[in-house]
């Protein structure tokens, strides 16, 4: 499976700034997805990241807030923007495993983000 | 709204003992399932797929499906102190979209 390498793994940021997390697949991948995962809560998905396209976003998510870029295939950002401490959490991106008798997931490190 | 539950646990089991960790979900159509594991600060890894009514072995964990009953679960045997963590239940929906459940932490006991 591909190995997702993402930063940073945290930091801590002022309300009303933005931060870019970036993931890097060691393969080409055509579909990356990005998550948010809040404290005891589940995996929720942000966008859905295509290369040569506009990111498809979930529902309660929009494109001001968490613009995403997808310069390539093996590359993506996805950006939290003007933050409030709402969006303290982790985020994780993650691309389809390409193994026929295990599909779903391979994840990145993840990023905690903390908004103070 | 499709949903995926677990209980939330913890489940404490001493080590050498059977881990039966339960899942269900909302969406009839549903037609591949997985569990993740999730260590504190780390990220999810992909333990098991299940795709057919049934059981499918892999090594100590054993995945379990009821269509049916759409009710997934998955069990550890002879479980290990290591596999202390967060179990996730996850459903693939269709349209590349899954749904995961909030997860149940597990804690083997030494």
């Known amino acids: 499976s591909a190995v997702i390498s993402q930063k940073p793994s945290r930091d801590i940021c002022q309300r009303g700034t933005s931060l870019t997390i970036q993931c890097q697949v060691d393969?080409?991948?055509?579909?990356m997805f990005w998550y948010r995962q809040q404290p005891g809560q589940s995996l929720t998905l942000i966008a859905t990241a295509n290369q040569g396209s506009e990111a498809t976003y979930e529902s309660g998510f929009v494109i001001d807030k968490f613009p995403i870029s997808r310069p390539n295939l093996t590359f993506s950002t996805l950006t939290v923007s003007n933050m409030s401490p709402e969006d303290s959490s982790i985020y994780l991106c993650s691309v389809p495993r390409t193994d026929q008798n295990n599909y779903g997931y391979t994840f990145g490190s993840g990023t905690r983000l903390t908004v103070v | 709204q499709k949903e995926v539950e677990q209980n939330s646990g913890p489940l404490s089991v001493p080590e050498g003992a059977i881990a039966s960790l339960n899942c269900t979900y909302s969406?009839?159509?549903?037609?591949?399932f997985f569990w993740y594991r999730q260590y504190s600060g780390k990220s999810p890894e992909l333990i098991m797929s299940?795709?057919?009514?049934g059981d499918k072995e892999d090594g100590r964990f054993t995945a379990q499906l009821n269509k049916a009953s759409q009710y997934v679960s998955l069990l550890i045997r002879d479980s290990q102190p290591s596999d202390s963590a967060t179990y996730l239940c996850?459903?693939?929906?269709?349209?590349?979209?899954?749904?995961f459940g909030a997860g149940t932490r597990l804690f083997v006991k030494a």
């Open positions: 996850a459903v693939y929906t269709g349209g590349f979209k899954t749904i």
């Open positions: 969406d009839r159509v549903s037609q591949s």
């Open positions: 299940i795709y057919s009514n």
């Open positions: 393969s080409q991948v055509t579909m």
